[in-house]
Each structure stands twice: as structure tokens, then as C-alpha cells.
Antibody, heavy 121, light 108 residues
Framework: QEQLVESGGGLVKPGGSLRLSCAAS????????MSWVRQAPGKGLEWVSY????????YYADSVKGRFTISRDNAKNSLYLQMNSLRAEDTAVYYC??????????????WGRGTTVTVSS | SYVLTQPPSVSVAPGKTARITCEGN??????LHWYQQKSGQAPVLVID???DRPSGIPERFTGSNSGNTATLTISGAEAGDEADYYC???????????FGGGTKLTVL
């Protein structure tokens, strides 16, 4: 069964940086758009970013644009999220997820278990 | 900007039918997806493209999408269906994914 495993979360001070990783297995990673979605404590789902299968097209939520960078390494079956200038409101569980349809954004049918990011002094 | 509106909560008796709505301007023209999220777990896609069920999702889960309202229908609700449910679209005008605010389903 397809699997996504996030890592890299932790406690960071406001203004700091963190890099999240997502390791994919049991599917052809290079064929799919991939996404990051976050969920603040007690809140709903919030989309963060999407990246095309080749990595050339990237989309960002307004709340993170200019601070976060999504990337991927298809040779390593890995997705990344570089988070800079972190704020308290970035505190959340961060999920990586796979688009259902290869080659474009769509619904998301495979999700990791998430990694927790806490931004606090 | 485009907004998806869901009721905060819906209650249903065991064995009855629950309907969770998602409202948005001309939402029927958009590709609409539904997720179930149980407490402490990652979301699970339960309805794709308005009315397709991914493998492993019970037939009790169905979807519709027309006009300004999309609906997730859960027939014969079970205690195990208690969860938060989210609708989601891709807004091509902004190249953004949008989620509804979520609906907490209680089976009582």
C-alpha cells in the first residue's frame, strides 16, 4: 500500500527556520503532484502548497507565500517544505499528501501521519 | 475570494441518514472532494470528484454536487462514522486548494 512518512518537525523560535521531509514509497512518486496541508491545534485543514510532478510548477497559500518553499527530489522519492520566518500561527501538524490524479492538482488520496511544528519562544 | 461553507455540526441517529452540505458560489462547476478525519488521525479521502468512492470506502458514502451546494450523504450511519468531514476544491482562478471549515458528525 502507498505510504508517506513525514519528518523534521519540532520546536522552533519565532523567526526561525525548519525543513520538513516526506518520504514516499510503494508508488511511482515522480508521476504525481504532491501537497502539504497543515492543521493548527483544534482547527480545520489548511492547504499550504502544491508541487507538480516534475517540480517545475509550485503553488502556495497566501499565508505562506514568500516564507515557505516546496521542493522534491524524484530520485529520492522525497518531498520537502523549507519554512523560514516562522510565526506562532504556523504552529500545526503538517501533512504531506498525494494528488489522486497524476499530473495535476486534484483530491488527495494518500496522506502521511503528519509531523508537528511548534513555533514558540 | 472563493469560500466553502459547511455547518459546524450535524447529528444523526444510528442507522439513519446523515447529510453534510458544502456551499459555494456555483460549486457544481468545480471538482469537489470529501475527507473524513477521525480524532488524532490523518484525513481520509471518502469521495473524489463529487461522487466517486475510493477503494475501501463503503457504499454508504455517496456524494452529489449541483448549483451552489455539494452534499455528502452517509446512509445507515454507524458509531464509527463519527468524525470531522471536510469538503475541498481546486480554485483554478487563484491556483489554490480550498477546504471548507469542516463539519463534526455525531452519531447518537
Amino acid at each position: 500500500q502507498e505510504q508517506l512518512v513525514e519528518s523534521g518537525g519540532g520546536l522552533v523560535k519565532p523567526g526561525g527556520s525548519l525543513r520538513l521531509s516526506c518520504a514516499a514509497s510503494r508508488f511511482t512518486f515522480r508521476d504525481y503532484y504532491m501537497s502539504w496541508v497543515r492543521q493548527a491545534p483544534g482547527k480545520g485543514l489548511e492547504w499550504v502548497s502544491y508541487i507538480s510532478s516534475s517540480g517545475t510548477i509550485k503553488y502556495y497559500a497566501d499565508s505562506v507565500k514568500g516564507r515557505f518553499t516546496i521542493s522534491r527530489d524524484n530520485a529520492k522519492n522525497s518531498l520537502y517544505l523549507q519554512m523560514n520566518s516562522l510565526r506562532a500561527e504556523d504552529t500545526a501538524v503538517y501533512y504531506c499528501a498525494r494528488a489522486t490524479i497524476p499530473a495535476r492538482p486534484s483530491g488527495m488520496d494518500v496522506w502521511g501521519r503528519g509531523t508537528t511544528v511548534t513555533v514558540s519562544s | 475570494s472563493y469560500v466553502l461553507t459547511q455547518p459546524p455540526s450535524v447529528s444523526v441517529a444510528p442507522g439513519k441518514t446523515a447529510r453534510i452540505t458544502c456551499e459555494g458560489n456555483n460549486i457544481g462547476s468545480k471538482n469537489l472532494h470529501w475527507y473524513q478525519q477521525k480524532s488524532g488521525q490523518a484525513p481520509v479521502l471518502v469521495i473524489d470528484y463529487a461522487n466517486d468512492r475510493p477503494s475501501g470506502i463503503p457504499e454508504r458514502f455517496t456524494g452529489s454536487n449541483s448549483g451552489n451546494t455539494a452534499t455528502l450523504t452517509i446512509s445507515g450511519a454507524e458509531a464509527g462514522d463519527e468524525a470531522d468531514y471536510y469538503c475541498q476544491v481546486w480554485d483554478s482562478s487563484t491556483d489554490h486548494v480550498l477546504f471548507g471549515g469542516g463539519t463534526k458528525l455525531t452519531v447518537l
